[in-house]
Nanobody, 112 residues
Framework: QVQFVESGGGLVQPGGSLRLSCTAS????????MGWYRQAPGKQRELVAH???????NYADSVKGRFTISRDNAKNTMYLQMNSLKPEDTAVYYC??????WGQGTQVTVSS
């Protein structure tokens, strides 16, 4: 069972960009699907982006055209490139695998 560590969160102004990374302790090449969820204060956790082993993707409507999910199996790392960030993107972002593993989360704050 792999463990995930997220990084790349922080404070950014509206319209800015961040790239989140999710690095696994082992190989991710055989993981069928991975993705990112987020949870804002007082709200339920919501799916942001999902990526299958065959590189099929799904995005929440709220992030389509702004966020891009990808994975580098050689580096055992998944990414979430976030552009044109909005204050409503503020949340803790978690990476997950379909097999049930979760990261500890990384805070993203979009504010001027």
């Amino acid at each position: 069972q792999v463990q995930f560590v997220e990084s790349g969160g922080g404070l950014v102004q509206p319209g800015g960009s961040l790239r989140l990374s999710c690095t696994a302790s082992g190989s991710i090449g055989n993981i069928l699907a991975m993705g990112w969820y987020r949870q804002a204060p007082g709200k339920q956790r919501e799916l942001v982006a999902h990526l299958t082993r065959r590189n099929n993707t799904n995005y929440a409507d709220s992030v389509k055209g702004r966020f891009t999910i990808s994975r580098d199996n050689a580096k055992n790392t998944m990414y979430l490139q976030m552009n044109s960030l909005k204050p409503e993107d503020t949340a803790v972002y978690y990476c997950y695998a379909l097999s049930g593993e979760w990261g500890q989360g990384t805070q993203v704050t979009v504010s001027s």
